[in-house]
């Protein structure tokens, strides 16, 4: 296996980074702030993040089929068009719950965007950490965002042995993909909500999203909507 190299490459401390999304078409990365309101792209090749905010906590975005990209916007599924800066609503659920907002969204191999408003939650290691964001390489293996737990963890989702573990500079993992050429590379967001001064004087770092390398495995392409 290769030499392990963990690198920020985007210090925006977003406040809930959250959906990294490898766009391999236009070569940048994907993600979201949740309660930043921002849709965010990075690029690769000039080192810089491109932002679009909108209006309403977005919690996922996705590639589309027909191009651009689909957002979860409040409760709401919308289209993104990203040199328009456009975004329109697709469908509208739960309208008369107005504190409530959709919590994660993907698409399925059929191209079907799946999001809710809910889940259940289990601790991986007592009192540690809680499982976040999570993505998949070729080889069947699952790889988990340990919130509060620094770290990205490999697991055989048939024996829920864990098979790898790698440290991050900071607590609040949330989510994680892969990406690049080959998808060998692989990108980690994290949040900054919630800590104070001083937890963010040691973890100047925190809300950046990461960059992974030489971890020996490859990622599996993330899915478009298909509508």
Request: charged fraction near 30%.
């Amino acid at each position: 296996m290769s030499s392990i190299k963990i690198e920020c490459i985007a210090d925006e401390s977003y406040r809930i980074g959250e959906s990294p999304v490898w766009d391999e078409k236009e070569g940048v990365l994907l993600c979201v702030d949740i309660t930043g309101r921002k849709v965010c792209r990075w690029s690769p090749v000039t080192k810089q993040v491109q932002a679009i905010s909108v209006d309403a906590p977005v919690s996922s975005v996705a590639l589309r089929k027909s191009g651009d990209y689909v957002v979860t916007l409040g409760t709401r599924f919308a289209a993104l068009k990203w040199k328009e800066q456009l975004v329109t609503t697709i469908a509208h659920v739960d309208k008369d719950k107005t504190n409530n907002r959709f919590n994660d969204g993907k698409v399925d191999p059929a191209g079907r965007y799946f999001a809710g408003n809910r889940r259940s939650i289990y601790r991986l290691e007592k009192e540690e950490s809680i499982p976040d964001g999570m993505c998949i390489d070729t080889e069947g293996k699952l790889w988990v965002a340990c919130y509060d737990g620094g770290r990205v963890i490999r697991l055989d989702p048939e024996t829920g042995k864990r098979l790898q573990t790698v440290k991050l500079p900071v607590d609040k993992t949330t989510s994680c993909c892969f990406g690049g050429k080959d998808y060998s590379e692989m990108y980690v967001t994290s949040a900054s909500d919630g800590m104070d001064k001083e937890w963010l004087s040691r973890q100047p770092q925190a809300g950046g999203v990461f960059k992974i390398t030489g971890l020996g495995v490859k990622g599996v392409p993330p899915y478009p909507f298909a509508g």
